[in-house]
């Protein structure tokens, strides 16, 4: 049976909606969500950058205390006597110099080796290529607490004395695996038709390697330099283990917490932050105006 359907008299229209109403609106907590999913990414990213950042404002904040006792753990006033003088401690700058002379042959030892292997595992095929990949990828993978003793009965077999020369060694070493793997990888997204254009150009072996080749892989020589100064520069495993009675920076600040952190550590710690930052901008700046010329 159909069902009929009711229409307005002749006339007259159905009442057409309010204008004047206000559209209806989606709730605080819907909003708030769509606000969350639209920037997720940007929220994760500035999340992750201040838990990664703040230990080193504690730091910061903490070089500026004056503590009662021998422990800087809680903030009693302000004061800037650490920083005035920030060789107050007895070989505290003794021991830094030594990191840092360690860290810069290190990483000039690390580099030159590590660039030339570079160059060889990703240009030429040889016997025991895939070997050689997979030992220069070991040391990354291994546990820092395996090749220090490893390398400390290496140096106790040979009769070696443990010191200065062994710990630049043991860090060389252990750096040359991070430099080749950034070297290999610039390495290998070149173009080889810019050499070949060189090459017809009637430049040199010598001279499409300064002008061509090593400008495009400089990138990656300087990632690989740089991240080898930093780990040089924070070991503690493997530099305890091959030290003897040779003192580096890290050691100092694991010995004077036993003791007593003095305000000073503080204050080195800020310092080699804010530099590293200093490097960080100088390098963006450089890069964007190289993007512009």
């Known amino acids: 049976m159909a069902v009929s ?53 504690v730091v910061l ?17 302000f004061s800037t006597d650490a920083w005035s003088d920030p060789c107050g401690v007895a070989d505290l700058c003794g021991s830094l110099g030594l990191s840092l002379q360690i860290a810069v042959w290190a990483t000039l030892g690390a580099t030159a080796l590590g660039t030339m292997i570079a160059f060889a595992l990703a ?31 290496l140096f106790l077999n040979m009769g070696i004395q443990f010191g200065f020369w062994t710990i630049l060694i043991a860090h060389i070493m252990f750096c040359l695996s991070f430099v080749v793997t950034a070297v290999k990888a610039r390495v290998m997204s070149m173009d080889p038709r810019l050499e070949q254009a060189a090459q017809d150009l009637y430049a040199s072996p010598v001279q499409t ?22 780990l040089s520069f924070d070991d503690f495993i493997i530099t305890n283990f091959n030290a003897g009675s040779t003192v580096t920076f890290p050691m100092f ?27 960080v901008l100088v390098g963006q700046l450089a890069g964007k105006r190289r993007k512009r010329s």
Not at 71 to 76: D, E, G, I, K, S
Not at 209 to 214: E, K
Not at 266 to 279: D, E
Request: charged content about 15%; hydrophobic content about 50%.
């Open 253 to 279: 600040v694991w010995g004077s917490a036993q003791r007593g952190t003095p305000v000073q550590i503080n204050v080195i710690g800020t310092a080699m932050f804010l530099i590293a930052v200093l490097c």
């Open 123 to 153: 240009r030429y095929r040889f016997r025991a290529r895939s070997s050689v990949n997979t030992l220069i990828f070991l040391p990354m993978a291994m546990p820092e607490v395996v090749m220090a003793a490893s390398l400390a009965t």
């Open 209 to 230: 390697f300064l002008r061509v080749t090593l400008p495009i892989a400089a990138p990656g020589i300087a990632a690989g330099a740089l991240l080898s100064f930093a």
């Open 61 to 77: 904040v903490f070089s500026f205390n004056k503590p009662n006792g021998r422990f800087n753990y809680q903030w009693q006033r």
């Open 5 to 57: 359907e009711t229409r307005p008299p002749v006339g007259e229209t159905r009442p057409a909606a309010d204008a004047s109403r206000p559209p209806a609106r989606a709730s605080a907590p819907r909003r708030a969500l769509r606000l969350l999913r639209r920037h997720l990414v940007t929220i994760a990213g500035l999340g992750t950058l201040g838990y990664l950042i703040l230990p080193n404002i």
